[in-house]
């Protein structure tokens, strides 16, 4: 590759973290996601969240209802359960049999739609060996939700008191540490020793790549910058797009894009969550073209996700031509309106 190509092609990419709700809003966001990636990983966060396997086979009949409305059939919803207290390993092994990607962990009250969430891991003890035995990936919101730990702080504390000893007691557990944003998730992902193949694996977003806690602030407060884990300091950053464009495998895309309607994020207690969707695949090429690492994308964007998970790679192709895509200010969500990342600028590169 050029050292600095203005167009790259490149396996077509998968999203393996995506929020896209339900409803009118699912209607509005989906064709996004579904232009750019052959698949994505469906959070589970709504309301009420989905936790069993019938409750996921009706929301992804949904959502390919919503597809063949949209003409996009190509894109295939890989879809996840929200692990509970009360998740049994029968549910496991139901959700094995019926082709359910992932389970969720969140942290009760860790972020948008999370009270529902697990309260204590010794709860899920038989889940959880049900999900090793049968290779079922654990997908974690790696914070601790504790009100006395820095929100700056709180995945750090996460992987010493929740995640560490979660893997030491399921050494074989597939798991997922989702949009990690500290140097700390970065160098444990990247060093952690495993039982197996693909037992960690870590998701990062595009927010996360190319701003850090200070486009919360400029100029005043930034609603639409905030996102749960929230945007950490400079050396953050650095780690990240250390971690996402060194080739390693246990890194790869997932955007956590988290539609909100405007009102909902420019109010006096806003919601956590960027629309990165609009244009993603733009975002990752504009951070992996900042350190020179254009070369480094196609591995993160489009192979390791589908080798952890086991699933095959695509085929088909996709190209990025280095072109300035504008931004709408608005974009329409239901009965409102959402504001995606970057609103009113652009993004260097776009998809042909
Ligand atoms: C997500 C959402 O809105 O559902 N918000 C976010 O800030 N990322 C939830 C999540 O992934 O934490
Ligand atoms: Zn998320």
Redesign the pocket.
């Known amino acids: 590759m050029a050292t600095n190509p203005t167009q790259i092609e490149l396996i077509q990419p998968d999203d393996w ?1 995506l ?1 896209i709700r339900d409803g009118e809003v699912m209607k509005d966001v989906l064709a996004d996601t579904a232009r750019q990636f052959a698949r994505a990983i469906i ?1 589970p ?1 709504l309301k009420p969240p989905v936790t069993t396997v019938d409750l996921a086979n009706a929301y992804r009949a949904r959502i390919e209802g919503q597809l063949k409305a949209l003409g996009m059939n190509s894109f295939t919803p890989l879809m996840t359960l929200y692990l509970t207290d009360n998740t049994s390993a029968d549910e496991v092994r139901k959700a094995k049999a019926e082709g359910i990607a992932a389970f969720k962990l ?1 942290p009760a009250g ?5 009270d529902a969430g697990v309260s204590d891991l010794k709860h899920c003890h038989a889940a959880l060996e049900a999900m090793q035995a049968v290779g079922m990936p654990l997908l974690v ?1 790696g914070e601790v939700t504790s009100s006395e730990i820095d929100i700056f702080d709180r995945e750090a504390v996460f992987i010493d008191q929740v995640l560490e000893p979660l893997r030491k007691n399921f050494p074989e557990l597939k798991i997922v540490f ?2 990690i944003t500290t140097l700390q998730a970065a160098h444990y992902v990247r060093d952690a020793a495993t039982a197996g193949k693909n037992t960690i694996g870590a998701t990062i ?1 595009p927010q996360h790549l190319l701003m850090n806690r200070n486009a919360i602030f400029a100029g005043g407060i930034r609603p639409h910058n ?4 929230v945007l950490k300091r400079e050396e953050h950053r650095i780690a990240l797009l250390e971690a996402a464009t060194s080739g390693s495998s246990r890194f790869f895309l997932g955007t ?1 894009s ?3 309607a405007k009102g909902a994020k420019e109010t006096a207690c806003g ?4 629309y990165s969707a609009f244009n993603a695949l733009g975002l990752y090429a504009e951070a992996f073209e900042s350190v020179g690492k254009l070369d480094k994308l196609e591995g993160f964007a489009s192979f390791f996700g589908p080798d952890f998970y086991a699933l095959p790679r695509n085929t088909k192709k996709i190209t990025l031509v280095k072109q300035a895509q504008s931004i709408p200010n608005e974009l329409p969500l239901g009965d409102a309106t959402i504001v995606p990342l970057r609103a009113g600028e652009t993004i260097a590169w776009s998809l042909v």
């Open positions: 973290h929020h959070m966060n969140y860790a972020t948008t739609n999370s919101h989702e949009h977003t905030y996102c749960l884990p956590d988290a539609p909100h919601c956590a969550g960027c």
